[in-house]
């Protein structure tokens, strides 16, 4: 099983900031098989990359994802008020096919 | 634009068995481009992925080894839904749980877009 670690835990950061969000893979992940969601209290994920680096229909330009391998990376280039929420990084691979990281908080600083 | 409205109760008693509804508007179950997934989340386990039904000139199921003798998921083409049933279920099963259309591209793997709205699920007696 292909596990993801998301680092740092939680990240505080200002409106207006860059935000850098990891993901760590314990084996290469196949291709480009990463996705990143985003998740609101209350609220169901929400794809934003696919692919690692392929953003999702309606996903803003501020978002981008990189990597391959076994690390990957999501962007946030200008802080909104509304992209403070818990982030998370999804690999399909073998068995199992889906695995999901733990999750990066991004909060208010 | 594709939806996905879940139902099914909110309190099960321990070893009975869970069972919920994914109604699916803008796609069809027996499409042979996506997947239907259910996938719940706890404190305790984070995201994990249940399993899946699929459709490629037959029906096709994959489980999660976790849950792998406990877990059916089968699609309704009359009403375009599809559903879970998990048996025997302990305190441990207690989550939200969601379904999700899943996509596959050869290049760029599998995600889950979009997602139901989530059913808050809480095995107790």
């Known amino acids: 099983e292909i596990v993801l670690t998301q680092s740092p835990g939680t990240l505080s950061l200002s409106p207006g900031e860059r935000a850098t969000l990891s993901c760590r893979a314990s084996q290469s992940v196949s291709s480009s098989y990463l996705a990143w969601y985003q998740q609101k209290p209350g609220q169901a994920p929400r794809l934003l990359i696919y692919?690692?680096?392929s953003r999702a229909t309606g996903i803003p330009d501020r978002f981008s994802g990189s990597g391959s391998g076994t690390d990957f990376t999501l962007t946030i280039s200008r802080l909104e008020p509304e992209d403070f929420a818990v982030y998370y990084c999804?690999?399909?691979?073998?068995?199992?096919?889906?695995?999901f990281g733990q999750g990066t908080k991004l909060e208010i600083k | 634009q594709v939806q996905l409205q879940q139902s099914g109760p909110g309190l099960v008693k321990p070893s009975q068995t869970l069972s919920l509804t994914c109604a699916i508007s803008g796609d069809s179950v027996s499409s042979n481009s996506a997947a239907w997934n259910w996938i719940r989340q706890s404190p305790s386990r984070g995201l994990e992925w249940l399993g899946r039904?699929?459709?490629?000139?037959?029906?096709?199921?994959d489980y999660a080894v976790s849950v792998k003798s406990r877990i059916t998921i089968n699609p309704d083409t009359s009403k375009n839904q599809f559903s879970l049933q998990l048996n025997s279920v302990t305190p441990e099963d207690t989550a939200v749980y969601y379904c999700?259309?899943?996509?596959?591209?050869?290049?760029?793997?599998?995600?889950?877009?979009?997602w139901g709205q989530g059913t808050l699920v809480t095995v107790s007696s």
């Open positions: 999804q690999q399909y691979g073998s068995s199992p096919p889906v695995t």
């Open positions: 692919g690692a680096s």
């Open positions: 039904t699929y459709y490629r000139s037959k029906w096709y199921n």
């Open positions: 999700a259309r899943g996509l596959y591209h050869i290049l760029k793997g599998i995600w889950f877009d979009p």
